[in-house]
Protein backbone atom coordinates (compact mmCIF):
# COMPACT_ATOMS: atom_id res chain seq x y z
CA UNK A 1 0.00 0.00 0.00
CA UNK A 2 1.19 3.41 -1.27
CA UNK A 3 2.28 6.02 1.91
CA UNK A 4 -0.31 8.38 0.69
CA UNK A 5 -3.58 5.91 0.66
CA UNK A 6 -2.28 4.67 3.94
CA UNK A 7 -1.97 8.41 5.50
CA UNK A 8 -5.85 8.30 3.93
CA UNK A 9 -6.92 5.81 5.53
CA UNK A 10 -5.29 6.72 8.82
CA UNK A 11 -7.28 9.78 8.85
CA UNK A 12 -11.24 8.28 7.80
CA UNK A 13 -10.27 5.58 10.53
CA UNK A 14 -9.36 8.28 12.90
CA UNK A 15 -12.34 9.85 12.61
CA UNK A 16 -14.74 6.76 12.61
CA UNK A 17 -13.27 5.13 15.58
CA UNK A 18 -12.57 8.00 17.77
CA UNK A 19 -16.88 8.66 17.77
CA UNK A 20 -16.98 4.87 18.25
CA UNK A 21 -14.19 5.30 21.77
CA UNK A 22 -15.99 7.90 23.03
CA UNK A 23 -17.43 5.66 26.20
CA UNK A 24 -18.15 7.20 29.52
CA UNK A 25 -14.80 4.24 30.50
CA UNK A 26 -12.37 5.90 28.02
CA UNK A 27 -13.51 9.31 28.85
CA UNK A 28 -12.63 8.95 32.55
CA UNK A 29 -9.17 8.53 33.70
CA UNK A 30 -7.92 5.35 34.87
CA UNK A 31 -8.41 3.81 38.05
CA UNK A 32 -4.58 4.08 39.98
CA UNK A 33 -3.08 0.63 40.04
CA UNK A 34 -2.76 0.45 43.69
CA UNK A 35 -5.23 -1.80 45.31
CA UNK A 36 -5.35 -4.71 47.93
CA UNK A 37 -3.05 -7.11 47.69
CA UNK A 38 -5.54 -9.73 46.33
CA UNK A 39 -5.07 -13.21 45.23
CA UNK A 40 -6.67 -14.21 41.48
CA UNK A 41 -6.38 -16.92 38.82
CA UNK A 42 -6.89 -15.91 34.79
CA UNK A 43 -6.35 -18.05 32.14
CA UNK A 44 -3.77 -17.41 28.92
CA UNK A 45 -4.28 -19.03 25.85
CA UNK A 46 -3.34 -18.24 21.97
CA UNK A 47 -2.69 -19.56 18.75
CA UNK A 48 -6.16 -21.78 18.50
CA UNK A 49 -8.17 -22.76 16.49
CA UNK A 50 -5.90 -23.47 13.56
CA UNK A 51 -7.90 -26.22 12.01
CA UNK A 52 -11.56 -27.48 11.58
CA UNK A 53 -10.77 -30.18 13.86
CA UNK A 54 -9.53 -27.51 16.76
CA UNK A 55 -12.75 -25.69 15.51
CA UNK A 56 -15.29 -28.41 16.72
CA UNK A 57 -13.33 -30.60 19.54
CA UNK A 58 -10.20 -29.03 20.81
CA UNK A 59 -11.24 -25.59 21.21
CA UNK A 60 -14.60 -26.17 22.67
CA UNK A 61 -12.94 -29.04 24.95
CA UNK A 62 -10.49 -26.44 26.24
CA UNK A 63 -13.02 -23.71 26.43
CA UNK A 64 -15.33 -26.19 28.60
CA UNK A 65 -12.04 -26.95 31.42
CA UNK A 66 -11.65 -23.17 31.17
CA UNK A 67 -15.43 -22.30 32.08
CA UNK A 68 -15.07 -25.19 34.85
CA UNK A 69 -12.58 -22.85 37.09
CA UNK A 70 -12.50 -19.72 38.85
CA UNK A 71 -11.11 -17.10 36.97
CA UNK A 72 -11.10 -13.53 36.65
CA UNK A 73 -11.20 -13.65 33.12
CA UNK A 74 -8.92 -14.94 29.79
CA UNK A 75 -6.44 -13.95 27.69
CA UNK A 76 -6.31 -14.51 24.10
CA UNK A 77 -3.11 -13.64 22.94
CA UNK A 78 -3.45 -14.19 19.10
CA UNK A 79 -3.88 -16.34 15.54
CA UNK A 80 -7.17 -17.51 15.85
CA UNK A 81 -6.74 -19.58 12.25
CA UNK A 82 -3.82 -21.23 10.24
CA UNK A 83 -1.98 -18.51 8.09
CA UNK A 84 -3.41 -20.46 5.19
CA UNK A 85 -6.90 -20.04 5.98
CA UNK A 86 -8.98 -17.59 4.13
CA UNK A 87 -8.89 -14.01 5.99
CA UNK A 88 -13.14 -14.15 5.54
CA UNK A 89 -16.05 -12.86 7.81
CA UNK A 90 -17.47 -16.18 8.16
CA UNK A 91 -14.14 -17.24 9.84
CA UNK A 92 -14.11 -14.36 12.05
CA UNK A 93 -17.99 -14.60 12.90
CA UNK A 94 -17.02 -18.40 13.81
CA UNK A 95 -14.41 -17.17 16.59
CA UNK A 96 -16.29 -14.74 18.08
CA UNK A 97 -18.95 -17.20 18.71
CA UNK A 98 -16.76 -19.72 20.27
CA UNK A 99 -15.18 -16.60 22.44
CA UNK A 100 -19.29 -15.66 23.37
CA UNK A 101 -19.47 -18.84 24.78
CA UNK A 102 -16.64 -18.49 27.48
CA UNK A 103 -18.58 -17.30 30.54
CA UNK A 104 -15.45 -15.18 31.98
CA UNK A 105 -14.44 -12.10 30.71
CA UNK A 106 -12.02 -12.48 27.55
CA UNK A 107 -9.54 -10.08 26.36
CA UNK A 108 -8.67 -10.62 22.88
CA UNK A 109 -4.93 -9.69 21.19
CA UNK A 110 -4.83 -9.64 17.42
CA UNK A 111 -2.63 -12.02 15.78
CA UNK A 112 -0.75 -11.99 12.50
CA UNK A 113 -2.40 -14.69 10.61
CA UNK A 114 -5.69 -12.93 11.07
CA UNK A 115 -4.62 -9.56 9.74
CA UNK A 116 -1.10 -8.83 8.76
CA UNK A 117 -0.74 -12.37 7.20
CA UNK A 118 -3.57 -11.94 5.38
CA UNK A 119 -2.91 -11.52 0.98
CA UNK A 120 0.64 -13.21 1.37
CA UNK A 121 -0.55 -16.49 0.16
CA UNK A 122 -2.74 -17.66 -2.46
CA UNK A 123 -5.79 -18.84 -0.37
CA UNK A 124 -5.60 -15.00 0.58
CA UNK A 125 -6.32 -12.75 -1.39
CA UNK A 126 -6.99 -9.84 1.23
CA UNK A 127 -6.01 -6.82 2.53
CA UNK A 128 -4.26 -6.47 5.19
CA UNK A 129 -5.46 -3.32 6.47
CA UNK A 130 -8.87 -3.60 5.39
CA UNK A 131 -9.00 -7.60 7.18
CA UNK A 132 -7.28 -4.97 10.87
CA UNK A 133 -10.07 -2.66 10.08
CA UNK A 134 -12.88 -5.50 10.49
CA UNK A 135 -10.89 -7.26 13.27
CA UNK A 136 -11.91 -3.70 14.84
CA UNK A 137 -15.17 -3.57 13.98
CA UNK A 138 -16.33 -7.23 15.07
CA UNK A 139 -13.76 -7.68 17.97
CA UNK A 140 -13.43 -4.02 19.79
CA UNK A 141 -16.44 -2.55 20.15
CA UNK A 142 -17.09 -0.39 23.54
CA UNK A 143 -14.90 -0.58 26.70
CA UNK A 144 -16.15 -4.07 27.32
CA UNK A 145 -14.03 -7.20 27.12
CA UNK A 146 -15.71 -9.97 25.31
CA UNK A 147 -16.91 -13.45 27.07
CA UNK A 148 -20.04 -14.12 28.88
CA UNK A 149 -19.30 -11.65 31.68
CA UNK A 150 -17.09 -8.66 30.78
CA UNK A 151 -15.06 -6.27 32.51
CA UNK A 152 -14.17 -2.84 31.67
CA UNK A 153 -11.06 -1.79 29.62
CA UNK A 154 -9.51 1.43 29.05
CA UNK A 155 -8.75 1.53 25.10
CA UNK A 156 -6.13 3.29 23.18
CA UNK A 157 -8.15 5.13 21.19
CA UNK A 158 -9.39 7.56 23.84
CA UNK A 159 -6.30 9.61 23.05
CA UNK A 160 -7.22 11.42 19.64
CA UNK A 161 -3.43 10.74 18.57
CA UNK A 162 -3.94 6.90 18.48
CA UNK A 163 -7.64 6.99 17.53
CA UNK A 164 -7.25 3.75 15.12
CA UNK A 165 -5.91 1.65 17.75
CA UNK A 166 -8.98 0.32 19.56
CA UNK A 167 -7.60 -3.07 19.82
CA UNK A 168 -4.75 -1.74 22.78
CA UNK A 169 -6.18 -2.04 25.70
CA UNK A 170 -5.54 -1.76 29.59
CA UNK A 171 -7.02 -2.72 32.78
CA UNK A 172 -5.75 -3.19 36.55
CA UNK A 173 -6.72 -6.01 39.33
CA UNK A 174 -4.83 -6.79 42.42
CA UNK A 175 -2.42 -4.02 42.18
CA UNK A 176 -1.40 -5.31 38.46
CA UNK A 177 -1.41 -3.21 35.32
CA UNK A 178 -2.47 -5.59 31.89
CA UNK A 179 -1.73 -4.56 28.95
CA UNK A 180 -2.40 -5.54 25.31
CA UNK A 181 -0.49 -4.63 22.30
CA UNK A 182 -1.27 -5.31 18.44
CA UNK A 183 2.18 -6.90 17.67
CA UNK A 184 1.80 -9.60 14.60
CA UNK A 185 4.43 -12.21 14.18
CA UNK A 186 6.36 -13.52 12.61
CA UNK A 187 8.81 -9.82 12.19
CA UNK A 188 6.10 -7.09 13.72
CA UNK A 189 4.56 -6.47 9.66
CA UNK A 190 8.03 -4.61 9.63
CA UNK A 191 9.15 -2.60 6.30
CA UNK A 192 5.32 -1.49 5.10
CA UNK A 193 3.70 1.23 5.18
CA UNK A 194 1.38 1.04 8.03
CA UNK A 195 4.25 -0.54 11.02
CA UNK A 196 5.88 2.89 11.99
CA UNK A 197 2.13 4.86 13.33
CA UNK A 198 1.23 1.17 14.87
CA UNK A 199 4.67 0.80 16.62
CA UNK A 200 4.88 4.24 18.17
CA UNK A 201 1.43 3.23 19.49
CA UNK A 202 2.62 0.20 20.82
CA UNK A 203 5.45 1.99 22.46
CA UNK A 204 3.58 4.77 23.86
CA UNK A 205 0.96 2.76 25.17
CA UNK A 206 3.31 0.19 26.91
CA UNK A 207 5.23 3.67 28.49
CA UNK A 208 1.68 4.93 29.70
CA UNK A 209 0.91 1.04 31.07
CA UNK A 210 4.24 1.59 33.13
CA UNK A 211 4.06 5.21 34.07
CA UNK A 212 0.29 4.37 35.47
CA UNK A 213 2.41 1.85 37.87
CA UNK A 214 4.51 3.47 39.19
CA UNK A 215 2.26 6.36 39.95
CA UNK A 216 -0.04 3.79 41.21
CA UNK A 217 2.21 2.17 42.99
CA UNK A 218 1.41 -1.21 41.16
CA UNK A 219 2.91 -4.49 41.94
CA UNK A 220 3.52 -5.89 38.63
CA UNK A 221 3.27 -5.51 35.09
CA UNK A 222 1.84 -7.62 32.46
CA UNK A 223 2.82 -6.76 28.92
CA UNK A 224 0.36 -9.72 26.13
CA UNK A 225 1.26 -9.54 22.67
CA UNK A 226 1.45 -12.03 20.03
CA UNK A 227 5.02 -11.96 18.27
CA UNK A 228 7.82 -14.02 19.70
CA UNK A 229 10.21 -11.00 19.61
CA UNK A 230 13.15 -13.10 19.06
CA UNK A 231 15.31 -12.53 21.84
CA UNK A 232 17.57 -15.19 20.59
CA UNK A 233 18.58 -13.48 17.52
CA UNK A 234 20.91 -10.31 16.26
CA UNK A 235 19.23 -7.01 16.32
CA UNK A 236 20.85 -6.79 12.83
CA UNK A 237 18.30 -10.00 11.60
CA UNK A 238 15.27 -9.15 9.18
CA UNK A 239 12.69 -10.77 11.92
CA UNK A 240 14.45 -9.03 14.95
CA UNK A 241 14.42 -5.19 13.50
CA UNK A 242 11.02 -4.65 13.84
CA UNK A 243 11.07 -5.60 17.76
CA UNK A 244 13.78 -3.66 18.33
CA UNK A 245 12.94 -0.26 19.26
CA UNK A 246 9.85 -1.79 21.62
CA UNK A 247 12.63 -4.09 23.45
CA UNK A 248 14.84 -1.59 24.29
CA UNK A 249 11.85 0.20 25.70
CA UNK A 250 10.79 -2.68 27.31
CA UNK A 251 14.04 -3.01 28.68
CA UNK A 252 14.46 0.64 30.07
CA UNK A 253 10.76 0.52 31.81
CA UNK A 254 11.71 -3.36 33.42
CA UNK A 255 14.64 -1.85 34.89
CA UNK A 256 13.69 1.40 35.75
CA UNK A 257 10.02 -0.35 37.62
CA UNK A 258 12.28 -2.85 39.69
CA UNK A 259 9.20 -4.83 40.30
CA UNK A 260 8.25 -8.08 38.82
CA UNK A 261 7.60 -7.68 34.71
CA UNK A 262 6.24 -9.87 32.24
CA UNK A 263 5.90 -10.44 28.73
CA UNK A 264 3.48 -12.71 27.55
CA UNK A 265 2.88 -14.16 23.92
CA UNK A 266 2.26 -16.66 21.66
CA UNK A 267 3.37 -16.66 17.68
CA UNK A 268 6.30 -20.15 18.16
CA UNK A 269 3.99 -22.53 19.48
CA UNK A 270 6.00 -23.19 22.31
CA UNK A 271 5.56 -23.62 25.52
CA UNK A 272 7.81 -21.99 27.76
CA UNK A 273 9.19 -19.65 30.81
CA UNK A 274 12.55 -18.42 31.09
CA UNK A 275 14.15 -15.14 31.57
CA UNK A 276 15.52 -13.70 28.05
CA UNK A 277 16.25 -9.89 28.63
CA UNK A 278 19.71 -9.31 29.20
CA UNK A 279 20.00 -5.53 29.98
CA UNK A 280 22.45 -3.45 27.27
CA UNK A 281 24.49 -2.22 29.96
CA UNK A 282 25.30 -4.27 32.47
CA UNK A 283 24.87 -7.62 30.32
CA UNK A 284 23.48 -9.89 32.70
CA UNK A 285 20.20 -11.13 32.77
CA UNK A 286 17.17 -8.62 34.18
CA UNK A 287 15.97 -10.41 37.51
CA UNK A 288 12.75 -9.18 37.67
CA UNK A 289 11.72 -9.78 33.65
CA UNK A 290 10.03 -13.01 33.16
CA UNK A 291 8.65 -14.62 29.42
CA UNK A 292 5.51 -16.34 29.10
CA UNK A 293 5.08 -18.20 25.72
CA UNK A 294 1.92 -20.18 25.47
CA UNK A 295 0.88 -23.26 24.22
CA UNK A 296 -0.15 -23.27 20.09
CA UNK A 297 -0.96 -25.48 17.52
CA UNK A 298 -0.93 -28.44 17.78
CA UNK A 299 -1.19 -28.31 21.28
CA UNK A 300 -4.29 -26.91 22.63
CA UNK A 301 -3.75 -26.60 26.34
CA UNK A 302 -3.89 -23.44 28.46
CA UNK A 303 -1.71 -21.94 31.01
CA UNK A 304 -3.22 -20.73 35.03
CA UNK A 305 -1.81 -17.97 36.07
CA UNK A 306 -2.05 -17.08 39.75
CA UNK A 307 -1.61 -13.51 41.14
CA UNK A 308 -0.76 -13.95 44.98
CA UNK A 309 -1.29 -11.53 46.96
CA UNK A 310 1.35 -12.76 49.58
CA UNK A 311 3.92 -13.71 47.39
CA UNK A 312 7.47 -11.23 46.41
CA UNK A 313 7.20 -12.80 42.91
CA UNK A 314 3.43 -11.82 42.65
CA UNK A 315 2.99 -14.87 39.34
CA UNK A 316 2.82 -18.11 39.63
CA UNK A 317 2.01 -20.36 36.73
CA UNK A 318 0.72 -23.62 36.11
CA UNK A 319 0.29 -26.00 32.82
CA UNK A 320 -3.69 -26.89 32.49
CA UNK A 321 -3.63 -30.03 30.15
CA UNK A 322 -6.80 -30.28 28.76
CA UNK A 323 -7.91 -34.23 29.31
CA UNK A 324 -9.69 -34.82 25.81
CA UNK A 325 -6.91 -33.21 24.09
CA UNK A 326 -4.26 -35.20 25.32
CA UNK A 327 -2.53 -37.75 22.76
CA UNK A 328 -1.83 -41.59 23.31
CA UNK A 329 1.44 -41.81 22.05
CA UNK A 330 1.55 -45.52 21.84
CA UNK A 331 -0.12 -45.91 18.97
Not at 163 to 174: D, I, L, S, Y
Request: hydrophobic fraction near 40%; proline fraction near 4%; charge should be neutral.
Amino acid sequence: MSNLRWQCFLVLTSLLLLAGCATDGSRSRAAEASGPATGFEFALIGDVPYDESQATNGFPNMIQEINAADLAFVVHDGDIKAGATPCTDDCFERVHAQFQTIRHPLVYIFGDNEWSDCGKVKTNAFDPLERLQKLRDMFTQGDRSLGGRTMRLQRQCADPQFAAFRENVRWTKGGVVFAGLNVPGDDNHFGTPEFAVRNAANIAWMKEAFALATRGNARAVMIIMQANPNYDVAATNRTRKGFNQMLKVLEEETIAFRKPVVLVHGDSHYFRIDQPMVSSKSKRRVENFLRVETFGNPDVHWLRAIVDGRDPNVFRFERQLVRRNLLKHDR
